[in-house]
């Protein structure tokens, strides 16, 4: 099963990216539980691209493919911005104190390690970041 | 995303109710500063019931991080309760759950954030 959605890489897109990912779930009868490993792997991927990845006068697009098989599950978020790699962003220190705990590059750290595996790559003036999951077992 | 404050004793009680995430950040954000602020000089705490929250990100968990230092520095309990399933992945994962007390349920935040009259 498959599934592909396109929207300007702007913050109000979020809901309707999010939406996309939930009739997904539903239309493959996905479980639950696994859903929110992929909503945020979306929101913090997309947000990336939106916040960092959008040069001034240009708003790039946003390519979100879903493809289910044999139980693993791929999100693929691919846009045409500037060359930006998540994966090369610093691991923040998780066990850093309150006072010198750092939110920059939580989101691609939570994404790494919820996630079963994850890519980047740049092919033809595009960032290609793709992630995969087991959310069920393979049917015999 | 709704956010509803309780008062127990000198207890602030906030509960979100469904998702914390980039679009609901900010104004959650400017929630929690008019309950720190409230809470002034007096012996108070502040609890975040998270029972009805269903999804955060890392959006939602700066919130928490600043509220957890704001509430250090002023010298108030601050807890968090009720995490779901999903929403304690996230806090557990990214380490917030080692430097932000997080407690079962509410019955057990307040039992630990002090007097609650």
Known sequence: MKR??????????????????QEFWSAADLPP????????????????????????GRVPRVDVSLALCDGCLT????????????????????????????VGGLGVYLVRQMMDAVSYRRLGGHNQFSMTKRVREPTP | MNVRLESIGLTTVVIPQGRLDFGSAAGFQSQLEQVLAGAGSKPAGVI????????????GLRVFLLAARASQRADLAFAICGLKPAVREVFDVSGFSRVIAVFVDRANALAQTGPTA
């Open chain 1, 4 to 21: 592909h959605t396109a929207v300007p890489s702007d913050a109000a897109q979020l809901p309707i990216l999010t939406q996309f990912l």
């Open chain 1, 33 to 56: 539980a696994e859903t929110v490993t992929f909503e945020l792997a979306l929101e913090e991927i997309f947000m990336n691209v939106v916040m960092h990845g959008s040069p001034a």
């Open chain 2, 48 to 59: 975040i019931d998270c029972a009805g929250l269903d999804y955060v990100s890392s959006a």
């Open chain 1, 75 to 102: 999100l693929m978020i691919e846009d045409d911005g500037p060359s930006f790699d998540p994966l090369l962003l610093a691991a923040p220190d998780v066990t850093a104190s309150l006072e010198e705990r750092r």
